[in-house]
C-alpha cells in the first residue's frame, strides 16, 4: 500500500504553468516531512522553473522545454533536449513518481518503479499504479494536490505557498525601481496588466481611473506597474509594452514606476518589494500569493474555488458575464478598501 512505501527517490512532475507549480509548494513540504532522507526531484517547464528554484524542499530540478520556445534551438534541437532529459531520468530509476497534474503516458516513459497520481481522462493510455480519487465538488488546488500526500501518509499539506526571490535579480530590480522614483520605505501596491486570456483583461481605462482615484483617496501610495514586455502582436510571446505607455500617459499625476518583467524572476523580486497586489488571475496573482502579500483579483470565467489566492487575505471580483471587463472601476475601489479592512483585521 501507499502508506508504507519508503522511497529513497521521488521525482513530482509538474509539466504546466507557474500558479500550478506554486500551489505544489505545501505538498512539497509535506512530503519533505515525511521522507526527510529522501531524494526529491521536480520535473517542471523552462517557463516555471523560477518558481520553485529555490525551494529548500527540492534536491533537483529537471527542466522540460516546452514546444513555445522551440524557436531558441530549432524543432529538432528542442526533440533533441527533451530526449536527454527523458534519458538523464531514466539513469535515476526513481521509487516514485507523483503526478501533481496527470501526464501518465509521458510519465511511463520516464523508468519509475511506482507512479501515483488522479485517475487519467481522455484516451486510455494507462493509469497511474495507485489511483487517488477525487472528490466530486470542485477543490482548490491545494486542496487537491493534498490527496496525494494524505495516500502517503504525509503530513497536512495545507500550509502557505513557498516562494524565495533570487538575491541578484532582487537587488537588480530594487536598483532599477529606485531609479524610476519608488521610495523603499512608502506603501507600494503592485498593478499587474498583463493576462494571457481575454476574458481575464480589465481595460486600460479602468485601470486609469482606478489609479486616478485611488491616488486622491491615499495619497500617501505609489504603484508599481508591471507587465509582460513586448508587441502585442508577437507570435511567440504577445507582450503588453502598448498597455503600458498608454496607461503611463492616462495617469501623468500618479507616483507610477515601470518594471516590465521578462522574466520570471524579475516579476517574483518586483512583488516581493511591493505591499499589496492587485490584478487578474493568474500566474502573477499566485506569485503575490506566495509572497504573502495581500490581493485584489479580477476573475473572469475561472474557477474561484480552485484558484483563489491561497493563504492570504484577499477580496476576489467576479462579475456575474464572467467578463473581467465588465468589473466596474466603484466596485474595484469598494474590493480595494474591503481589503484594507482585511488586512487591519489580522
Known amino acids: 500500500m501507499p502508506h508504507r512505501l519508503n522511497p529513497s527517490r521521488i521525482l513530482i512532475t509538474r509539466r504546466d504553468n507557474i500558479g500550478d507549480i506554486l500551489c505544489t509548494t505545501p505538498l512539497l513540504e509535506a512530503l519533505r516531512a515525511r521522507f526527510p532522507v529522501a531524494h526529491i526531484a521536480i520535473l517542471v517547464t523552462d517557463y516555471n522553473v523560477d518558481a520553485i528554484r529555490n525551494n529548500p524542499n527540492v534536491d533537483e530540478i529537471f527542466v522540460y522545454l516546452k514546444r513555445r520556445n522551440q524557436h531558441l534551438n530549432g524543432y529538432f534541437g528542442m526533440l533533441r533536449e527533451r530526449l536527454q532529459l527523458l534519458r538523464r531520468i531514466r539513469r535515476q530509476r526513481f521509487d516514485l513518481i507523483v503526478l501533481a497534474n496527470g501526464g501518465y503516458r509521458y510519465a511511463r516513459q520516464l523508468g519509475g518503479k511506482k507512479t501515483i497520481g488522479f485517475k487519467e481522462v481522455g484516451p486510455n493510455y494507462g493509469q497511474p499504479d495507485w489511483v487517488v480519487p477525487c472528490p466530486p465538488q470542485v477543490k482548490h488546488e491545494v486542496d487537491k494536490l493534498n490527496l496525494l500526500g494524505q495516500i502517503l501518509n504525509a503530513p497536512t499539506?495545507?500550509?502557505?505557498?513557498?516562494?524565495?526571490?533570487?538575491?541578484?535579480?532582487?537587488?537588480?530590480?530594487?536598483?532599477?525601481?529606485?531609479?524610476?522614483?519608488?521610495?523603499?520605505?512608502?506603501?507600494?501596491?503592485?498593478?499587474?496588466?498583463?493576462?494571457?486570456?481575454?476574458?481575464?483583461?480589465?481595460?486600460?481605462?479602468?485601470?486609469?481611473?482606478?489609479?486616478?482615484?485611488?491616488?486622491?483617496?491615499?495619497?500617501?501610495?505609489?504603484?508599481?506597474?508591471?507587465?509582460?514586455?513586448?508587441?502585442?502582436?508577437?507570435?511567440?510571446?504577445?507582450?503588453?509594452?502598448?498597455?503600458?505607455?498608454?496607461?503611463?500617459?492616462?495617469?501623468?499625476?500618479?507616483?507610477?514606476s515601470l518594471m516590465p518583467t521578462q522574466r520570471v524572476a524579475e516579476l517574483i523580486a518586483a512583488c516581493s518589494l511591493c505591499d499589496q497586489f492587485v490584478g487578474s488571475d493568474g500566474g502573477a496573482m499566485h506569485v503575490a500569493a506566495a509572497l504573502h502579500k495581500p490581493i485584489l483579483c479580477f476573475f473572469g470565467d475561472s474557477k474561484p474555488e480552485e484558484w483563489h489566492p491561497w493563504g492570504v487575505p484577499y477580496v476576489l471580483l467576479q462579475p456575474e458575464s464572467q467578463r473581467t471587463s465588465d468589473t466596474t472601476v466603484a466596485e474595484t475601489l469598494a474590493g480595494f478598501e474591503q481589503l484594507q479592512k482585511l488586512i487591519n483585521q489580522q
Not at 532582487?170 to 532599477?176: D, F, G, S, W, Y
Open 157 to 256: 499539506a495545507l500550509g502557505q505557498l513557498f516562494l524565495q526571490p533570487e538575491a541578484q535579480t532582487l537587488a537588480q530590480t530594487r536598483e532599477k525601481l529606485l531609479t524610476a522614483g519608488w521610495q523603499e520605505a512608502r506603501p507600494t501596491i503592485a498593478i499587474h496588466i498583463s493576462s494571457r486570456r481575454p476574458q481575464q483583461r480589465w481595460p486600460i481605462s479602468h485601470f486609469a481611473a482606478f489609479l486616478t482615484t485611488l491616488h486622491q483617496l491615499r495619497p500617501e501610495l505609489q504603484f508599481v506597474l508591471l507587465w509582460s514586455p513586448g508587441p502585442s502582436n508577437s507570435p511567440m510571446h504577445p507582450g503588453d509594452d502598448d498597455n503600458a505607455l498608454a496607461l503611463q500617459k492616462l495617469v501623468p499625476d500618479v507616483p507610477l
